[in-house]
């Protein structure tokens, strides 16, 4: 069955500082990987996703993902976060179209706040 | 477009009682979903559909209950209600699972 790790579960980080999440998942499938963001007393949306082809992956809000296969990873970075990125960030996993289960599952998320 | 549409916004069930959250989407999506939300503990999913028709457990089913009779609705129905079901519900939708899209969210109080 798959499953997401998301080791962190706050990272403080200073307005115009570069950040790194983390996410380890595991599968005896092949994968989609997304990372969503919720805002408070909100719900989630979609940030950015790996379905296939090209392993970085983009946001349009300057966020980036790399799939590595080998070591079953999703890391989100950002080069230089604004005090507006401050929110909780999500990984999820699912198992590639034609899995046995096609479940949509998340992580515990990691709380970025950001400080002036 | 709605997308995903939740409701109650709120609710504060007795002990025993029991409820349906309701979830209705219009972007004509096969896939739903229901999650539970507690602190650090991120989304646990409850039950899920692929379907009309079909629906299937996800990680934490025991006192719940689902049906999709059609492709927008999608209630969950709590029977006996109980305090480890205080949390914030989610229900979402998808066109196979590559994107989901999220409501926002019934919270729920058991005392």
């Known amino acids: 069955a798959q499953s997401v790790t998301q080791l962190d579960s706050q990272v403080p980080v200073f307005e115009e500082a570069p950040v790194e999440l983390r996410c380890n998942y595991s599968?005896?499938?092949?994968?989609?990987l997304f990372w969503y963001v919720q805002y408070p007393n909100q719900g989630l949306q979609l940030l950015l996703k790996y379905l296939s082809g090209s392993t970085l992956v983009e946001s349009i809000n300057g966020f980036e993902a790399e799939f590595n296969k080998s070591q079953t990873s999703f890391h989100l970075r950002k080069p230089s976060v604004h005090i507006s990125d401050t929110a909780e960030y999500f990984c999820a996993v699912s198992e590639g179209y034609g899995g046995a289960t096609n479940k949509l599952i998340f992580g515990t998320g990691t709380l970025l706040a950001v400080q002036p | 477009n709605a997308g995903v549409t939740q409701t109650p916004k709120f609710r504060i069930l007795k002990i025993g009682q029991s409820m349906t959250l309701q979830c209705t989407q219009d972007?004509?999506?096969?896939?739903m979903y229901w999650y539970r939300q507690d602190p650090g503990m991120g989304l646990k999913l409850i039950y899920y559909?692929?379907?009309?028709?079909?629906?299937d457990k996800g990680e934490v089913p025991n006192g719940y209950n689902v049906s999709r009779s059609t492709t927008e609705d999608f209630p969950l129905r709590l029977e006996l209600a109980a305090p480890s079901q205080t949390s914030v519900y989610f229900c979402?939708?998808?066109?196979?699972?590559?994107?989901?899209?999220f409501g926002q969210g019934t919270r729920l109080t058991v005392v």
């Open positions: 559909s692929v379907g009309a028709g079909i629906t």
């Open positions: 979402a939708s998808s066109y196979q699972v590559t994107e989901a899209f």
């Open positions: 972007m004509n999506h096969n896939y």
């Open positions: 599968s005896s499938v092949s994968v989609y």
